[in-house]
């Protein structure tokens, strides 16, 4: 059984990864979702609570992690943020193993992990290849902005925390524009095709 092709997928907030991933998804590729993990994790009853319940009780509500409560207590108390970590990336970890042995038992020759901090957390590592989403300043800012509650402030926030894109382009070995729905759909077909053709080769 031989490993699939591993694809690492990112993009800063507002450059239309999500989009992105969904048209790898529609061209037949596996598609496993950082953020969905971690949201399964969290929910009632699941591994990722009952490990949370025991570092802030207060944030485990009926329906699992308040995230909201999780990401107060941990501004108040900054070292609480390690132990979340300590506990949450190896269920993560072990997620994303799963899914890499599930794919390459279905036969699959690409598979795809969408991460949005792929190379701030140095899991560009363990992929083949990595492609960032990107557009214009003007275009993110626009997207973002009318997202409900979110205002410049909080952008500029959530900006700061994530690595340039300047940065993630230099990086990456595909980059995806993501200007309109027809010319992504077409690039993301483009890098599947290169990626193919290389193996093949």
Do not use: N
């Not at 953020?35 to 490990?51: C, F, I, K, P």
């Not at 382009?169 to 053709?197: F, G, L, Y």
Request: hydrophobic share 50%.
């Amino acid at each position: 059984m031989s490993r699939p092709f591993i694809l690492g997928l990112t993009g800063s907030i507002g450059m239309g990864k999500t989009t992105t991933a969904q048209m790898f998804r529609e061209a037949g590729l596996p598609v496993w979702d950082a953020d969905a993990t971690v949201h399964r994790l969290y929910s009632a009853g699941a591994e990722g609570t009952r490990a949370i319940a025991k570092l802030c009780p207060q944030a485990v509500g009926p329906e699992g992690v308040d995230r909201a409560v999780l990401k107060a207590a941990i501004a108040a108390e900054p070292e609480l943020l390690r132990k979340v970590e300590a506990a949450i990336h190896p269920l993560v970890a072990a997620d994303r193993a799963a899914f890499i042995a599930r794919a390459a038992s279905e036969g699959h020759d690409i598979i795809v992990l969408d991460v949005p901090l792929l190379f701030e957390t140095g899991l560009d590592a363990q992929a083949d290849a990595a492609v960032v989403v990107s557009a214009p300043p003007e275009v993110q800012r626009e997207r973002v902005l009318a997202r409900p509650g979110m205002t410049a402030q909080a952008f500029e926030q959530l900006l700061a925390r994530q690595m340039p894109d300047a940065e993630k382009r230099a990086r990456a070995t595909h980059v995806i524009e993501t200007r309109d729905m027809e010319s992504t759909r077409a690039a993301v077909r483009a890098v599947i095709a290169r990626i193919r053709s290389q193996r093949d080769a």
